[in-house]
Each structure stands twice: as C-alpha cells, then as structure tokens.
C-alpha cells in the first residue's frame, strides 16, 4: 500500500494510547516498543511480500533480512519470529515453498534468532514474511527522531533493488545485475548496526517501501527540521540502475511515493528526472539512514572502513521543514 492511501487508513482509526508504548504511534518507528515494567522494552515488527527475484531460497532470505531489518533500525538484536506465508497450491509446488523457507531460516540462523514456528494460508499470490521481535534496555532504543540542524545524513546500503527487481520481471537484468541485487538486498543490517552501536547515533530508521526520500521525511518531520540530500551522492547498487531507469524500469511504489511526498519535496533546478526516481524508488531490504553531529563522522568513516561495511554521506540537516533534494 502506498503512503498517502496508508495514512488516510490510520488516521480513520482510533489513536493508540497507553504508557506503556515507549513511542506515539504516529512517529511510525520501524517497530511498535512496549515498556516492560523492568527497564526493557519489547519490540515487535512484521514484513512480507511477494517474490522480488525468481530463486525460491534467494527470494527467503531477501524477505527475511527485510523483516529483520527494522529491529536493527531500532537498535536492537532480533530475539525470535514467526514465518508467515500464503502459497497458491495449484501455481507452486510444494519444494519452492520449501526452498523459501530454508533462505528465511538461514538468515535467522545467522542472525542469531530462534524461528519458532509462523502460520501459512492459501492464496492467489506467493508472499512471504516474518513477524520479528526483540527485547532490549530502554536507553539502547534508536528512535527515528532527534536529528537537530547541523547533522550530517549517512546510508548503509546503495539505492535501486526496486528498480532493478523491475527490469528482472522485464528479463532485461543481466546476471551480474542480479547477483548484485541479491548480495545487498540479503545482507543483514545487523552488521553496519553493530558498528554504529557505540557511537550511539542520533537518528536511525531504515529504506523500505516508502524510498529514501519517504523514510528520511520520517525522520524529519519527528524532528522538526528540514533535510538536505545530494542527489549525486547517492549510492548505486549497479550501475544498470540508471540504465534501467533510461529503459523505463519502475516499481509502481515509485510514482506513488512521488504523489505521496511532492507538497514536502523541492528539487533543485535541472536536476536530473533519473534521480529524482531513484530518490523515490522503493526499496526491499534497503540500508540504515542515520543521523549524527558532524563531528563524529570520522569516527564512523573509521569504523565503517574496519568493519567491511558500506557507509555514504549523502546530506545534512538544516533548519525549517521538508526536504530539499539537490
């Protein structure tokens, strides 16, 4: 569902109130976290689709390493979850199903999270998911809120699997295309959040379906500033990224975050339309986008460069409201 029709459903529903929910739930954190009672906070999430690549058991991991990764937005390490599935028994056979299952518990395997279990249906349409929980202190809790101006805006992940998974259902991703989709979009985010952890970053969330600009307004709005994104700064996962784009390759989900985000977005003048999409494109297993002061960040170039990880400084944070894609 896309940004504009989701909020139209939750502002139709009653609001959640109770003092136990550690954030308002209109903050849209990457997880709902409850308070315990005995300094921790439990939280829960949940994720799933339908398949973004044609490999049954490339197509589990993606879905698992996407449902994971709000977890690790908040902070936190994933505890346990639930597989959730809906299989057309007259489309697949029995084996894809179990090859989905297997990626998926591979990579709760590696992310140290016990699969207990999970419900499936019958349905029209193959999707697959998790429902993920963890439990952690309270003060350990990354929230998608406080960036102040002066900040500097980082991303973990390149940008384009939405648009790449478009030119793959189109049989026009070259295979090394593919291989690329699939090693970002299955990477656990657990290992850039593991370096970031003590640095302790002022604002996280991650880049999913509502696209880099979509999650970073998150952020902003929760803020109250305005962000500042270079668009020439931005991360490829390939570079038939672009070529796609030229080609018309897109997700559906990028013209509706577009629609969703254009009272709150000013492009620069002559920026090119490509990226500008890119910005928009919708992404599955996307990277953390952070928040810090200034000052740190050569602490994180440091960190990140040690680790193996990937990390872009893609823009700032100044004062006023909305975001400026330059």
């Known amino acids: 569902m896309g940004p504009a029709a989701l909020r139209q459903v939750l502002d139709a529903l009653p609001p959640v109130t109770d003092e136990r929910l550690l954030s308002p739930v209109h903050h ?29 058991a490339d197509f589990g991991r993606i879905a698992a ?6 977890i690790y937005a908040m902070g936190a390490e994933p505890l346990g979850a639930l597989n959730i599935a809906c299989y057309p028994e007259s489309d697949y056979p029995l084996e894809y199903l179990i090859a989905v299952l297997r990626g998926g518990q591979e990579k709760m395997e590696e992310a140290g999270a ?25 003060e350990d809790v990354w929230h998608n809120s406080g960036a102040e101006p002066g900040d500097f805006i980082a991303l973990t992940k390149p940008l384009g699997s939405g648009i790449l998974a478009t030119a793959l259902k189109a049989a026009v991703l070259s295979p090394d295309g593919l291989e690329k989709l699939v090693a970002v979009a299955a990477r ?10 003590p640095l302790v970053p002022r604002a996280v969330t991650d880049v999913t379906g509502f696209g880099l600009v979509g999650h970073a307004l998150e952020v902003g709005r929760n803020s109250g500033v305005r962000l500042e994104i270079a668009a020439d700064a931005l991360p490829l996962i390939s570079p038939e990224v672009l070529d796609a784009l030229d080609e018309g390759h897109k997700a ?14 000013t492009l620069r003048e002559g920026l090119p339309e490509r990226l500008v999409h890119l910005a928009h494109d919708p992404q599955t297993s996307g990277g953390l986008l952070f928040f810090d002061i ?30 400026y894609l330059k």
Not at 255 to 261: D, K, P, S, T, V
Not at 309 to 318: H, N, Q, S
């Open 114 to 138: 016990l699969l207990l279990g999970g419900h499936t249906v019958t349905d029209t349409e193959f999707k697959y998911g998790l429902a993920v929980f963890a439990i952690c202190r309270e």
């Open 252 to 265: 559906g989900g990028l013209f509706r975050n577009r629609r969703a985000y254009t009272d709150e977005v």
């Open 28 to 56: 849209a954190e990457d997880a709902g976290a409850v308070r315990l009672g005995d300094g921790r906070v439990l939280l829960a999430t949940t994720d799933f689709f339908t398949p973004v690549v044609d490999d049954p």
């Open 65 to 70: 390493a996407n449902a994971l990764s709000d």
């Open 188 to 197: 656990l985010n657990r290992y850039a959040a593991r370096v970031m952890r």
């Open 294 to 323: 200034a000052p740190k960040w050569p602490d994180y170039e440091r960190a990140f460069a040690a680790a193996g990880e990937g990390l872009w400084r893609i823009g700032e944070v100044t004062r006023g409201r909305g975001l």
